[in-house]
């Protein structure tokens, strides 16, 4: 089974600071890893995702991540933020298991950037 | 672009009423997934399927049942729409290694 953990439910932080956004998961299988984000009132759009190779990924508007094998983590990152990262991001992980990809969520880290 | 869209935006059901959802990609894509999100909870699955007339349930199947008749079609059902089903629903379709996802019906039960 696989399962994803978000250690932070809200993450408050003022402009141009750097943020993270931390993220575990496990699985029995290997697996493909994600961020996603939704904008208010507005559906899900990815914002990278790790499927193998160098395990720093980097994806849209400034933002990275690191696929840690050994901590099961896939923790995001970006250097100074703005006021329009302000969203709810969530992670995700797909392991094929049984023949087909099932993709399961964390809860959601809700980002508060502050002017 | 990948096209997923969903029939409705917003829904208004009484407690009771047999509901459809329907979900509709362009992209023929084997895995098609339908989700409810609520608050502090994220995006949970409800069943999701890998090919047409095949189905597994996902993490909450209780009260739903799904249908998928044609690969680009994915229809979630509520048998007898309850209070505790007002929520957001969203539906992804996806290959192999990327999911694209509907604007969502935020369902509500009176």
């Known amino acids: 089974a696989q399962s994803v953990t978000q250690l932070d439910s809200q993450v408050p932080v003022f402009e141009e600071a750097p943020v993270e956004l931390r993220c575990n998961y496990s699985s029995s299988v290997s697996v493909y890893l994600f961020w996603y984000v939704q904008y208010p009132n507005q559906g899900l759009q990815l914002l990278l995702k790790y499927l193998s190779g160098s395990t720093l990924v980097k994806g849209i508007n400034g933002f990275e991540a690191e696929f840690n094998k050994s901590q099961t983590s896939f923790h995001l990152r970006k250097p100074s933020v703005h006021i329009s990262d302000t969203a709810e991001y969530f992670c995700a992980v797909s392991g094929n298991a049984g023949g087909y990809n099932k993709l399961i969520f964390g809860a959601g880290t809700r980002l508060a950037v502050h002017p | 672009d990948v096209k997923v869209t969903q029939s409705s935006r917003y829904l208004v059901k009484r407690t009771g009423e047999k509901v459809f959802l329907e979900c509709v990609q362009d992209?023929?894509?084997?895995?098609m997934f339908w989700y409810r999100q609520d608050p502090g909870l994220g995006l949970r699955l409800i069943y999701f399927?890998?090919?047409?007339?095949?189905?597994e349930k996902g993490d909450i199947p209780e009260g739903y049942s799904v249908s998928r008749e044609k690969k680009e079609r994915f229809s979630l059902i509520l048998e007898s729409a309850s209070t505790n089903q007002t929520s957001m629903y969203l539906c992804a379709s996806s290959r192999q290694t990327e999911a694209f996802f509907g604007q969502g019906t935020r369902l509500t039960v009176v």
């Open positions: 992209m023929d894509h084997e895995n």
């Open positions: 399927s890998y090919d047409v007339k095949m189905k």
